[in-house]
């Protein structure tokens, strides 16, 4: 009996042993070789790099049988994103791929890396690494772009700021908003991967655009935006007008009349039966002065206004009130307004944009060469060449007309003188 006892001791010892040793067998096979590249998450696109789809290479001499991915993040738990099990012919040059679905919906933002846990043919298993880590990066800027801008006479808007990315740029897009939502009206392309891009760019206005957007992309797909108003302008530019003196019998003139409501200008000859409509008229004396007239005030020298033998005999009546006003260099306010017209940026051309500046009350604006002796109803066409002009309406309000004055030949005769001039006439 104590005989069996020793046997029975032995067998177990036996097997006790041999499976010890079976797991230092597994514990000295050759372990795993796990091949992969370290990866990023940029959390701003949400997608990995350097390669869009994690992936690497496992070699196992023992074969693999499963294997498992395990997202690693510092603030939680490890959790399993996905599972394979490879093909006889792979299981010991195994080529893996996790597509971007099966971490799409985690929170990246404190990823440390995507653990992989083997178990092979002969039940052993295996722990590798593959190391990733999350960053943002910076988001692009637009700098220096202005709130709003006026187009020019022609049209164009020339629009400057600064385009910055740390990623590198790669595209300039501009909209705007003529069909109501924004269309792209022109985009730069940007081939260098260019951190900082000077923007002079000239956009050509299209009707009824209000808004100009422009957005800019860069080499991560990152976008950022600006948007730039267009104001609606409450006046008219009618540019480069020439109107003529009063005129000979001979010569008569066809510019001596201006109309404002539309821009035109009417001559002698066409004037009779539509004096309701002019706003200030052109004269120039046998002494060489030439003047802007109130209509009103003209009524002394409409004979001089012929076309052929006969002579202008307007109804006072039906004549206009003008008032002028020539706007002095060298005060706040007259600078101000100075300033705005040489940088296209008047917007509204009523009374308050004259504030501060006595109202019109010259019906003549005269012209005088000399810088000296510039007035309240004196100009020039280099210092003191912009004209307040303020013509009366039926219903007890006036529009407001801003004259800027260019040039002024005197001519011989002196009836065929000549005045050149921009003028701004309020709706």
Partial sequence: MMKNFYLITMIAAGFILLNSCKKDKTAVNTPDVLTAKAFTF??????????????????????????????????????????????????????????????SAAKLTKVTGIKVMVKHIDNSSFEGLIKMTAFTPPMPTLTDIPASILPDETGKVLIKGKANSENGLKLIEFYDDSKGAFEKADQIALTKNEKTYELSYQYTYRKNAGKIKIVITDSFGLKAEALINIPIKSYVLYKDLTMMAHGTASAPS??????????????????????????FVTYCTTAMVFSLYSPASATT??????????IWEPDPASLKVTKFRVLIPGSVEADRV??????NTIIELDDQFFEGITAPGSSTAKFDAATANQAANVFNTTSAYLIWVRVPKPDGTFTNQLLSAKSVVIGSPVAVSTIKFDILVSK
């Fill in 301 to 310: 020298i409409t004979k001089n206004y012929k076309c052929n033998t006969q």
């Fill in 42 to 103: 940029n959390t701003a696109i949400g997608q990995t790099g350097p390669d869009t789809i994690l992936n690497g290479e496992l070699n196992s001499t023992v074969g693999i049988r499963l294997i498992y991915f395990y997202l690693m993040r510092s603030d939680k738990t490890d959790s399993l994103i996905y599972r394979d099990t490879p093909a006889q012919e792979n299981r010991n040059l195994y080529r893996f791929s996790i597509p971007a679905k099966s971490f």
């Fill in 254 to 279: 066809a510019s001596s009349f201006f109309n404002g409501e539309t821009g035109s200008l009417l001559g002698s000859c066409t004037v009779s039966g539509q004096e309701q409509k002019v706003d």
């Fill in 338 to 343: 100075y300033a705005a017209y040489n940088a």
